[in-house]
């Protein structure tokens, strides 16, 4: 354990203290969100990046500890096991070099190798290995063994060389050495599969590619690994050889078994020992190796993306507690009508039909207007999908005729909906209501509170990622879990109003104690203070501990019980507001006499400074939301279809996705367009995110369009044409002062003779295990 906690110190360039405090909370059974918020004292204040890197690396070094363990009692229990092996096994860092070493003892199906060991010709192949002045056909004959099918010297002298191909296979320095060799000087070549030209028209950048192994990007390796898959490409991995050379691997091998051709009776003999030792065996497991590696390296990075556009959308700017009428735009099947009061209630919904073919234009802005009134409706929100344009100009005509409803119309992405429509979770909640309404009511919820409402719907079902069904399942859904968890717990929850599904994301609670939660409010009524969350069942004094910060009370008997001011620490807060003489109402909120405290002198025992700047800094803005306020994108009018559009248009848009090549841009044709990465900014820049992230209004200009193949180009640099560059955020990620209530809510060829040459620095390496390409991934970030 020990080693454990030096190595994630070390990865995060932290003290070991802070890691062994985090390490005992998390083995207590506290939540990332809960320590990052309220043990900043034990952690040292560790943030919450830093926190769920911990928490995975643990994971997964005690996984590589676990394996160490069965590999060291493998090796014990067939009494091989030296103290110099123990000693070298306990040493390594990574599942791939523990893996090598293993290799020579892991249990294994008989190999000619081993036949040939058992025959007797073991002798045989050491001696021509160590003299190579030896004649291998005359002394073969010294080795026949008719019984076992060894009856003449090729017999003899086969199972010698493939004893000694076993054993340069087997050696874990050298295995080692020729996989970085690889990783840094191969290349990675893919060609169409004949016959299946038409059939992958798709995959055509890739029929004839080669790139530096180390060079590709996540997203191209994923897809080349999606073209293998489907039978479309096929991969090779090797180096460059010039005509006349030999395989560097293979002088790699025959160095560093002091093989060379010298004239003598056994080199020639030797030397084929070697070809075959890299063809058959080495090139083999370490093209599988480092395409593995090369695959959860590019899955690490694809997961990270997709993680960090969930997190932006999740906390985007929500429009806050008003009546919505959410409108799921179609053609055929109607537009389908939803309005939801300001706690996301179902008050109404209806099937309008403005659209062809029946072109109810008229009827449905009466429909419309009607609802409007009734409910006394504040806000329209329109799906993007099919009919979104159409749609959105029928709200805009609404809004024209009847300016005294005062209504605003806001499109909003409904990536999604479907999904919620047709779930368990949907169906619970609207037994009786028809699919299609239920997606409505989910469009016009998300205006209100993006957070609630996606929080319903799988993360992976959302589609802010880049291959993500080609990433490793298990790996992406603890991933987004984890930005979810983070995204609710930064925001708070009312518990009062907050669906189970909110509740179940909230630190320390499940979705068990989530439904006991609401099946609680049910027959109770609203909680009127954090404390008779105790009542609820199964909500013990861990979860209360965990949890209580994070749920939040408004209006209710204890002021602090409405802001992120932990249970535990109203006794101090009550102290600081008597030794100032401030009623406690009076002190909360009061940012002038707050800005006049000085925080240390609140300090005691139990409770350090970090904790008492948070607490100042939440009775300054109590229940302050971190999300920004809502603004929207406008689209050009006239501009419906992708037929619409012509080069040179400038056009607002917002962005819907974010990649490592680029960003995605809805610009209103019901197709998002693709500003690649060179196109974002005039300055070079590693990551998209550097400039843009998911939900922010950009200006681009169309560039290219392709009607049959439905793809738009798009540039934001306009600044090329002499214009102002356009890259705008939606807001600051700012506070707001009254919150708005939820709804529900590497070595050269030439360097393998030379050992001494100091290595140059690097960050983690990734193999087999993902958290070795996560640690790759972070040192990367880091640095």
């Not at 309220?38 to 204040?45: D, I, N, Q």
Request: glycine share 6%.
């Amino acid at each position: 354990m020990q080693s454990i906690l030096t190595r994630i110190a070390t990865e995060l360039a932290v003290n070991e203290k802070q890691v062994a405090a985090t390490v005992e909370l998390l083995d207590e059974g506290a939540t990332v969100p809960f320590i990052a918020r309220y043990r900043k004292e034990k952690t040292g204040g560790l943030d919450d990046t830093q926190l769920r890197y911990l928490e995975t690396r643990l994971s997964s070094l005690r996984e590589l500890e676990k394996r160490r363990e069965t590999v060291l009692h493998s090796i014990r229990e067939q009494g091989k096991l030296t103290p110099e092996l123990e000693q070298q096994i306990l040493a390594l860092n990574t599942r791939t070099e523990l893996e090598d070493i293993y290799l020579p003892y892991k249990p294994k199906r008989r190999t000619k190798a081993q036949i040939a060991r058992e025959a007797g010709i073991e002798p045989l192949a050491q001696a021509l290995l160590t003299n190579p002045q030896l004649n291998p056909e005359s002394e073969a004959a010294n080795y026949l063994n008719p019984a076992m099918e060894f009856t003449d010297n090729k017999a003899v002298l086969d199972g010698a060389r493939q004893i000694l191909m076993e054993d340069f296979a087997e050696n874990a320095e050298l295995s080692g050495r020729l996989r970085e060799y690889l990783w840094e000087h191969g290349h990675l070549a893919s060609s169409v599969i004949e016959g299946k030209t038409q059939e992958g028209q798709k995959f055509a950048d890739y029929f004839d590619y080669s790139e530096a192994l180390h060079k590709i990007p996540s997203h191209r390796a994923l897809a080349l690994f999606r073209g293998r898959n489907e039978g479309i490409l096929d991969l090779k991995l090797d180096v460059s050889v010039a005509d006349g050379m030999s395989h560097p691997c293979e002088d790699a091998i025959a160095t560093a078994f002091n093989i060379r051709d010298q004239g003598r009776a056994a080199d020639r003999w030797l030397l084929d020992c070697v070809r075959w030792a890299w063809k058959v065996k080495l090139h083999s497991r370490l093209s599988t190796d480092l395409n593995l590696r090369l695959r959860e390296t590019a899955e690490a990075e694809a997961i990270r993306v997709f993680a960090a556009n969930l997190k932006d959308l999740l906390l985007a700017a929500p429009a806050g507690a008003r009546t919505t009428l959410g409108l799921d735009p179609g053609l055929r099947t109607g537009v389908k009508v939803a309005i939801v009061d300001a706690t996301g209630k179902l008050l109404d919904f209806a099937t309008i039909y403005p659209h062809v073919p029946k072109k109810q234009w008229e009827q449905s802005i009466a429909v419309l207007a009607e609802l409007c009134s009734k409910y006394q409706v504040g806000l329209i929100s329109i799906g993007n999908g099919t009919a979104s344009r159409e749609t959105d100009q029928l709200a805009s005509d609404l809004i024209k005729r009847h300016p005294e409803l005062k209504l605003a119309k806001i499109v909003v992405s409904e990536a999604g909906a479907s999904v919620y429509s047709a779930s368990e979770l949907a169906a619970k909640e609207f037994p009786l209501l028809d699919v299609s309404i239920r997606g409505a009511v989910s469009i016009a919820r998300r205006l209100q509170d993006p957070l609630a409402e996606l929080v319903k719907i799988d993360p992976k079902s959302i589609g802010v990622g880049q291959y993500q069904h080609d990433v490793n399942q298990p790996e992406l859904a603890r991933s987004l879990d984890a930005v979810v968890e983070d995204c609710v717990n930064a925001v708070g929850v009312d518990v009062n109003m907050a669906s189970a599904a909110l509740l179940a994301r909230v630190s320390g609670l499940n979705q068990g104690i989530a439904d006991n939660i609401v099946a609680f409010r049910d027959d109770n009524g609203p909680f009127r203070n954090r404390n008779q969350l105790k009542k609820v069942s199964r909500l013990g004094a861990k979860t209360f501990e965990q949890a209580a910060g994070f749920l939040r009370i408004r209006d209710g008997e204890h002021p602090l019980d409405a802001s992120a001011v932990h249970p535990e620490t109203y006794t101090l807060v009550e102290q600081i507001a008597a030794v100032n003489r401030q009623p406690l109402v009076e002190l909360i909120g009061n940012s002038s006499f707050i800005h006049s405290l000085k925080p240390s002198d609140y300090v005691t025992e139990q409770f350090g400074l970090p904790t008492i700047r948070d607490i100042l800094a939440e009775l300054e803005k109590p229940g302050r939301d971190p999300r920004p306020e809502l603004v929207t994108a406008t689209f050009r009018e006239g501009v419906n279809a992708i037929s619409d559009l012509q080069a040179g248009m400038i056009l607002e848009g917002v962005v819907t996705n974010v990649a490592n090549f680029g960003a995605f841009v809805d610009i209103g044709v019901h197709q998002d367009g693709l500003v690649h990465i060179s196109q974002i900014t005039s300055k070079f820049i590693k990551d998209p995110r550097e400039v843009v992230r998911t939900g922010d209004i950009v200006k681009v200009r169309v560039e290219e369009v392709d009607v049959q193949r439905k793809r738009i180009s798009l540039t934001m640099r306009l600044e090329d044409d002499g214009q102002k560059a356009p890259a705008q955020k939606p807001a600051a990620r700012t506070e707001r002062q009254t919150p708005k209530p939820p709804s529900e809510p590497q070595q050269a060829r030439g360097q393998f003779n030379n050992p001494k040459k100091p290595a140059k620095a690097a960050p983690p390496a990734a193999n087999s295990a993902m958290g070795d390409a996560l640690a790759a991934a972070f040192g990367k970030f880091r640095k």
